[in-house]
């Protein structure tokens, strides 16, 4: 007899949008955001290339959440 145990994995995402679509957006709060979404077990991180200000700045959430995830000291 065979006995399988699953555990669950919790999945936990943000939407990114407004880190870097709002007009009064601020970087340095934008990552302890970030970071305290990854502290509290987020495990998807939903952005795209076209969350900016204007087509000018294509990629700033990408590029944001990089820099969070390249400066976060958790696992």
Same mark, same amino acid.
Request: without cysteine; glycine residues 6%; charged residues 25%.
């Given at each position: 007899m065979t006995v399988t145990v699953r555990q669950a994995i919790p999945r936990?995402?943000?939407g990114c949008m407004r880190l870097s679509? !709002?007009?009064g957006r601020d970087e340095t709060r934008a990552l302890l955001v970030l970071h305290a979404a =990854? !502290?509290?077990g987020v495990t998807? =991180? !939903?952005?795209a290339d076209a969350y900016c200000l204007d087509a000018g700045e294509a990629g700033?959430?990408?590029r944001l959440v990089a820099k969070a995830l390249a400066s976060w000291p958790g696992d």
């Open positions: 936990v995402g943000m679509t !709002d007009p =990854l !502290d509290a998807l =991180l !939903d952005t700033h959430n990408e």
